[in-house]
């Protein structure tokens, strides 16, 4: 029997309750009746987080609802109060035209509204799970938002690598910019929470009513945002046949080639090579595009993720290693990329000695080295040893049909990784409301943490499935140099 209370609690409501100790602990309600030998009415309550001694949906030897192990707990009705981080916004309050009336609102008092203006640093790795783990945590989706939310949550929860964007006084929109940095990102640091009519606001500020409500794709929505709305620099510089190109984020381009399962490194640098490209500068940040075409064609069926990018040989005028020696690189030859006995589809470059035996072999008398310049050249030693410069993975974007998720790095730890899904569920039918969702996902950290030929070989049918949904469905990879991400 399932009751309803007078149209104050309900199932799918969301409440607060007290635990043993005095803590306030919060939850959704699955079921509300009378149990055998009550007198009154209970609520099974499902927690954000395992509690000692719960259930997964038992009561006294009778199954009410199903949940996870340690997360059902069954309470007098009473003690249930509405989760006071949140109320059902009614058609009578400011609303935005294109939200329901039964999506979700955050609460704040004035002194709340006053701390909001203060900016928020990024969510630390001691806190980020016990704020974020749980449902109605990360960005509310809403309105095929999901491109949106992913990239969001990705960028800025717990990386600085962009919060220059939100400060730059030089910005083409400052209305956008003021509700990017008060209304989404504090927001998501200081309470774990964005709903839905935050993230609408900026929707409906970027100029087209397709950011609204159609499906679009993350990069996209980067180019408008930062290129055409707020007019901040770009992110990264390319050079390409000695002229620079600025742009917000980087397309794998290249053929189908013999890598049955290959690595973010390797598909860097064989896009970059084939196309003759070289980074002008270190970017601070580096988001790069997987090659997928559409929603259902992928280049690879399987893409390893490297967590860190060497991009030392794909500098310009950057001091490099021979690939012999490990002396000062003089000369560089992509026809010696695939060559088979050199490490095929590792960059090869050269200091002038091992060039010449090199191509001494009549086999690659027809190649065309090139000459390497960089400034203070000749000031250096042969036996110099040359800092390589590498980027640190802190998000990966996926997707699956056209539904994006993420993956998020949340500290320094090996397994500190969150998987966030803005639309994991879904409460009151066609016009409920979504219900984001983040869960923790250590496993990808130590699957990471493998040599990355070991990686390409594993048995996915036997692998956790985030795992599986990483390596398969990785749509966008997210890099930052830390060194870097506070001065641009």
């Not at 309750?17 to 306030?24: V, Y």
């Not at 209970?42 to 199954?63: H, P, S």
């Not at 009513?209 to 990264?236: C, G, I, R, W, Y």
Request: net charge negative; hydrophobic share 35%.
């Amino acid at each position: 029997m399932m009751l309803k209370q007078d149209g104050l609690l309900e199932a799918g409501s969301m409440v607060e309750l007290r635990a043993r100790n005095g803590a306030t602990i919060y939850g959704v309600v699955r079921w509300i009746g009378i149990p055998p030998g009550k007198s009154e009415l209970w609520a099974g309550v499902e927690l954000d987080y395992e509690l000692k001694n719960c259930t997964d949906g038992l009561f006294e030897n009778q199954r009410y609802f199903s949940c996870d192990d340690n997360k059902g707990m069954f309470v007098k009705l009473q003690e249930c109060r509405p989760d006071s981080r949140f109320f059902a916004a009614s058609t009578s309050q400011l609303e935005p035209p294109c939200v329901n009336r039964y999506s979700v609102l955050h609460v704040m008092n004035k002194a709340e509204l006053q701390s909001n203006e203060a900016d928020v640093p990024p969510i630390p790795e001691s806190e980020a799970i016990e704020l974020l783990e749980g449902k109605m945590k990360g960005i509310q989706g809403h309105y095929n938002s999901c491109y949106l939310d992913t990239a969001l949550f990705s960028l800025f929860c717990f990386s600085d690598v962009l919060d220059s964007v939100l400060h730059c006084p030089n910005v083409g929109e400052q209305r956008i910019q003021t509700v990017l940095r008060k209304d989404i990102v504090n927001q998501l640091r200081r309470r774990g929470f964005v709903p839905a009519e935050n993230v609408m606001k900026l929707r409906n500020l970027l100029g087209c009513s397709t950011f609204a409500s159609e499906e679009k794709d993350p990069e996209e929505f980067l180019s408008v945002l930062l290129h055409q709305v707020l007019a901040v620099q770009p992110l990264l510089k390319i050079r390409s046949n000695d002229k620079t190109q600025d742009c917000y984020s980087y397309q794998i381009i290249m053929e189908k080639e013999d890598l049955e399962i290959p690595s973010v490194q390797t598909l860097l640098e064989r896009s970059f090579l084939s196309c003759d490209l070289k980074f002008d500068e270190i970017p601070s940040c580096l988001i790069i595009q997987m090659p997928r075409f559409g929603k259902g064609f992928k280049l690879f069926p399987r893409i390893v993720p490297s967590t860190e990018l060497d991009i030392t040989d794909l500098l310009h005028n950057s001091p490099r290693e021979c690939f012999l020696c490990g002396s000062v690189a003089e000369i560089e030859c992509i026809q010696c990329l695939q060559d088979p006995k050199l490490m095929p589809g590792v960059i090869k470059q050269f200091c002038q000695r091992c060039e010449k035996q090199v191509h001494s072999h009549k086999k690659r008398q027809n190649h065309h080295p090139q000459k390497i310049f960089f400034p203070l050249m000749n000031d250096f030693s042969s036996s110099a040893v040359i800092c390589r410069h590498k980027l640190e993975l802190f998000a990966v974007l996926c997707i699956k049909t056209s539904h994006y998720v993420s993956f998020v790095k949340y500290g320094p730890g090996k397994n500190s990784w969150l998987f966030f899904d803005s639309m994991a569920d879904r409460c009151g039918g066609e016009n409920g409301y979504n219900i984001p969702e983040i869960k923790a996902c250590p496993e990808v950290g130590e699957f990471l943490s493998k040599p990355v030929g070991s990686i390409g070989k594993s048995d996915l049918e036997k692998a956790d499935g985030f795992v599986e949904r990483l390596l398969c469905d990785s749509y966008m990879f997210m890099y930052k140099c830390p060194a870097l991400c506070l001065y641009r």
